[in-house]
T-cell receptor, first 116, second 112 residues
Framework: AQTVTQSQPEMSVQEAETVTLSCTYDTSESDYYLFWYKQPPSRQMILVIRQEAYKQQNATENRFSVNFQKAAKSFSLKISDSQLGDAAMYFCAYRLYGGATNKLIFGTGTLLAVQP | EPEVTQTPSHQVTQMGQEVILRCVPISNHLYFYWYRQILGQKVEFLVSFYNNEISEKSEIFDDQFSVERPDGSNFTLKIRSTKLEDSAMYFC??????????FGPGTRLTVL
């Protein structure tokens, strides 16, 4: 069964600095998606970035980028130039690409605090 | 930008009562989902729905739960006889065949 692990329950970063959130996963599949979702205090789940496993190039979305290491089954999120609005819970998630299931499997989350 | 909407934002009910949570997925999406998040815990999959039938469900989704797409726009989750442990945030999501799932703002269910 696929699992997603986020080993950092909490992280803190100074405004304008860079922070990296870690995620590892376990799967025997070769084709899948990985995602980072942001959950601010409103508890809305916001899709931040996605990565297709077949793509070697790391995904980027403005100040957000990932470091995808397929062999190591690692998928970290880097937030550059951190802003106060980045403070939230961040969830890493896995989804099989095609196949019989397309449910998301989430990690336990990392709570990011941004210090002014 | 299209978005998933959910109503109500907060539902308070007595144990044993039936509740219906409503969602309007993004209009051109074909896959619909319900997830729940107990306070302080991770988000858990409940059920996925495609082509007017359940395509997958989790162990949580027992006989007390049902889903329906009563018309071309709404997608509902019904809990027949609520229990205290059903108190959680319930998220509806939708997607195309491939790619990310887009979540609604959630319904906070409180069972007293």
């Amino acid at each position: 069964a696929q699992t997603v692990t986020q080993s950092q329950p909490e992280m803190s970063v100074q405004e304008a600095e860079t922070v990296t959130l870690s995620c590892t996963y376990d799967t025997s599949e070769s084709d899948y998606y990985l995602f980072w979702y942001k959950q601010p205090p409103s508890r809305q789940m916001i899709l931040v970035i996605r990565q297709e496993a077949y793509k070697q190039q790391n995904a980027t979305e403005n100040r957000f980028s990932v470091n995808f290491q397929k062999a190591a089954k690692s998928f970290s999120l880097k937030i550059s130039d951190s802003q106060l609005g980045d403070a939230a819970m961040y969830f890493c998630a896995y989804r099989l690409y095609g196949g019989a299931t397309n449910k998301l499997i989430f990690g336990t989350g990392t709570l990011l605090a941004v210090q002014p | 930008e299209p978005e998933v909407t959910q109503t109500p934002s907060h539902q308070v009910t007595q144990m044993g009562q039936e509740v219906i949570l409503r969602c309007v997925p993004i209009s051109n999406h074909l896959y619909f989902y319900w997830y729940r998040q107990i306070l302080g815990q991770k988000v858990e999959f409940l059920v996925s729905f495609y082509n007017n039938e359940i395509s997958e469900k989790s162990e949580i989704f027992d006989d007390q739960f049902s889903v329906e797409r009563p018309d071309g726009s709404n997608f509902t989750l019904k809990i027949r006889s609520t229990k205290l442990e059903d108190s959680a945030m319930y998220f509806c999501a939708s997607s195309e065949l491939l790619g990310g799932q887009f979540f609604g703002p959630g319904t906070r269910l409180t069972v007293l």
